[in-house]
């Protein structure tokens, strides 16, 4: 899924340290931080990071112009280097941390933000009065695992040993979240996503067709402003259609596997 943001808030500085053995507890780790006892390397984005098995920390810092957000989200934008078409397990992912040792949030190929202030205005994070502030990703270099064949050997060892990753940081964004572009988005993959379920010969599909091409001639990403609501409302009339009377019902249950428990 797509984060909308708009990306305008500066990232100050980048830094990491790279743990090429066994992870250090985190508690331990950030106790060693705020004693000055962490000797953080500067970092360019995009930059190639991290060693098969190995845990990296990367140390950001940015700043917010709180004025010129009232009323929206800010967000971390984080991608380390995402292998998008493998899904969000199995590959690289991370843990954002205050800098008092408190999780703040994971962040994954399917769920790459950080929430900085809530659209209240409520910061999720320590803010200096000149809305400066400092978190702590925890990043780990999972090489791939899968074989040609199910239950293959493999040739990446069974701890780290120092062999550098593939994995190269893109992002490390810090945006504003705009909820109307999101809904919107939304809005097209609720209709794109019922037209893949329907049949060509059934009129609905194309009473959803049309809908769908008024609207995205009518959305001009460069007028985001005057252009939305008119694009969400042609679709509108499509989304509060209910389904015919002759169709089954359906009931959804929840269900999250383990690893979604551990956050």
Request: charge should be negative; include cysteine.
């Amino acid at each position: 899924m797509c984060h909308m943001c708009t990306k305008h808030y500066r990232i100050v500085s980048y830094a990491l340290f790279a743990n090429e053995g066994e992870p250090e507890q985190s508690a331990d780790f950030l106790a060693r931080v705020r004693e000055n006892k962490v000797d953080f390397l500067d970092f360019m984005v995009p930059g190639a990071w991290g060693t098969i098995w190995g845990t990296t920390w990367f140390e950001v810092r940015g700043r917010i112009d709180r004025e010129s957000v009232k009323g929206r989200a800010v967000e971390l934008v984080v991608d380390l280097g995402w292998k998008r078409h493998r899904g969000p397990g199995f590959q690289a992912e991370g843990l954002c941390y205050r800098p008092d040792g408190s999780v703040i949030k994971a962040v994954n190929p399917d769920n790459c933000w950080i929430p900085l202030i809530d659209a209240n205005g409520v910061a999720n994070v320590e803010l200096d009065d000149a809305g400066r502030f400092t978190v702590y990703v925890e990043a780990a270099s999972n090489p791939p695992v899968e074989a040609d064949l199910p239950f293959a050997p493999m040739n990446l060892g069974e701890r780290a040993d120092g062999r550098p990753s593939d994995y190269v940081l893109t992002t490390m964004d810090v945006c504003a979240f705009n909820q109307n572009v999101f809904d919107y988005l939304m809005d097209l993959e609720t209709v794109t996503s019922l037209m893949r379920e329907l049949k060509d010969d059934d009129p609905r599909y194309w009473q959803l067709a049309k809908a769908l091409q008024r609207s995205l001639n009518t959305y001009d990403e460069r007028d985001i402003a005057g252009t939305l609501e008119p694009a969400k409302e042609k679709l509108a009339g499509v989304l509060s259609e209910p389904a015919y009377s002759s169709v089954i019902h359906h009931v959804a249950v929840g269900h999250a596997h383990i690893d979604s428990a551990w956050l």
